[in-house]
């Protein structure tokens, strides 16, 4: 899609406890130069949930984006499972990308 910002979007599916029945949803908006952008992230969830998702064609990310952004996702998703965590014990969160939109200028 295009957008402001060169960069890949992700919704991750994150379980806070790694396989309980709780879970949440993630954006994140990966800049091309690696730069984690909150806002943005939020601003394409907004125009998808909005159906109005420009798509301009189908692209593979290649070995080394999908790889970066892999890092990235997990990241993000398990600081932000921090607050969902149950109490005692607390396994590693299971993390899954769902949807990535490459968005270009």
Do not use: C, H
Not at 95 to 103: E, F
């Amino acid at each position: 899609m295009r957008g402001e910002t060169a960069g890949t979007w992700s919704l991750w599916e994150a379980r806070p406890d790694g396989s309980g029945p709780d879970l949440d949803f993630v954006a994140l908006f990966l800049t091309d130069d690696g730069t984690v952008r909150p806002d943005l992230a939020e601003r394409v969830w907004n125009t998808a949930a909005e159906g109005r998702i420009p798509l301009i064609g189908v692209e593979p990310l290649t070995v080394e984006a999908r790889a970066k952004l892999d890092s990235a996702g997990t990241d993000f998703a398990y600081r932000a499972m921090q607050d969902l965590r149950p109490d005692g014990d607390w396994p590693a969160p299971a993390v899954t990308p769902r949807l990535i939109i490459k968005v270009v200028q």
